[in-house]
């Protein structure tokens, strides 16, 4: 089973370790292919980093992908006309703004941690449908757990919970990511489907979140990207 | 007396019938850091974060043990033993395990096996 990881930063965004640190470290822990999510600076710098990436997959022997988070509403909205120019198109979630404008938009790939740094889970069941509709994979991020302690990681596991319930429900796909900022935070595959057990899910369908669920966005996006493509469902077949 | 009977040791129990005892599965893991760590620091790292994580009666209920003899100081590998219901549990929670003392580690799960023997396979 191929196993991915579509939530890492590197150094080039608010990162710790270097691409090539992050990559190795994938590698060794089983990893078939990453996707750097970086922030949006210019088009320049999409270009800059698609040659480091290419040149980086090559020398550690894993698939590397670039995928942007879109940190407000005008990124996303900026993002989603670049969507062609990148693998993964990933909203910042967390304001319920964002949450709903990601969840509404079908070049979204991944809503990020719809829990961060509220009281409540930040995903309905209203979002639960949308994220449904337009194929958005809701992710549930390892990093926000590892991070807390005590109070604010039970409440954590809590919305995380919520939100897999609704998103099983609502058949929005569910994806896991490790969320590092560094190639020590970085997680096994088997412990991130464990994790995702405690969260309701069982064994199968948390590993499907880490495999089946990854390799669907990016064979989407690769589909994307060619010249037949049109939008969802419509492509030039001759 | 508990020693009552025995020949200079303490007495020990008969072992349960294989019908009665908990079915085990062990757990075969390898500490990638940048400098050598001790077993010692490695099982109370565990111990605190399992404890914190699950708490008193959720530690309890995964009967973890660690099997001593197997810690390999020179490739950072070892086994940790718990019940067949709690695997899953014991994985996600190896995965808070951040750091032993100023040292930051990543652990690698080689594999999970029901017999000590088939778990040399995994390497």
């Known amino acids: 089973m191929k196993f991915y990881d579509l939530h890492v930063h590197s150094a080039f965004s608010e990162g710790k370790s270097s691409l090539e640190e992050i990559a190795k470290t994938a590698k060794l822990l089983g990893f078939s292919g990453i996707c750097f999510a970086e922030y949006f600076e210019s088009e320049e710098k999409i270009e800059e980093l698609k040659r480091e990436i290419e040149r980086i997959s090559k020398e550690v022997g894993i698939e590397i992908y670039l995928g942007f988070e879109a940190r407000n509403a005008k990124e996303l909205k900026l993002l989603a006309k670049l969507r062609r120019e990148f693998d993964v198109l990933l909203a910042r979630g967390g304001s319920l703004k964002l949450n709903r404008a990601a969840c509404e938009t079908p070049e979204v790939d991944i809503l990020t941690h719809p829990e961060l740094d509220r009281k409540d889970s930040g995903f309905n069941h209203v979002l639960a449908k949308l994220a449904h509709k337009n194929n958005v994979a809701i992710e549930i991020n390892f990093r926000e757990v590892l991070m807390s302690s005590k109070e604010s990681r039970s409440r954590i596991l809590k919305n995380m919970r919520l939100n897999v319930r609704l998103a099983k429900k609502y058949g929005a796909p569910l994806i896991c990511c490790s969320g590092a900022i560094s190639h020590l935070e970085m997680r096994d595959p088997k412990i991130l489907a464990s994790f995702l057990t405690l969260l309701g899910l069982d064994l199968k369908e948390a590993k499907e979140c880490l495999s089946k669920v990854p390799e669907s966005i990016l064979r989407l996006s690769k589909e994307r990207r060619s010249e037949k493509w049109i939008m969802p469902g419509v492509r030039v077949v001759s | ?123």
């Not at chain 2, 050598?36 to 994580?53: G, H, Q």
Request: glycine content about 8%; overall charge positive; proline content about 2%.
């Open chain 2, 1 to 123: 007396m508990d020693n009552a009977g025995s020949k200079g040791g303490l007495m020990r129990l008969k072992i349960l019938p294989s019908s009665l005892r908990e079915r085990r599965r062990y757990i075969k893991l390898k500490i990638i850091s940048d400098e050598p760590i001790a077993f010692s620091d490695f099982k109370a790292a565990v111990t605190n974060v399992f404890l914190d994580f699950y708490g008193e009666l959720g530690f309890s209920e995964l009967s973890l043990t660690f099997i001593n003899n197997s810690f390999d100081p020179k490739r950072q590998v070892c086994i940790l033993r718990c019940n067949h219901k709690s695997v899953q549990k014991v994985l996600a929670a190896l995965g808070f395990i951040q750091r032993l003392g100023d040292v930051r580690i990543l652990i690698k799960i080689l594999g999970v096996s029901g017999t000590l023997k088939k778990l040399k396979k995994f390497k």
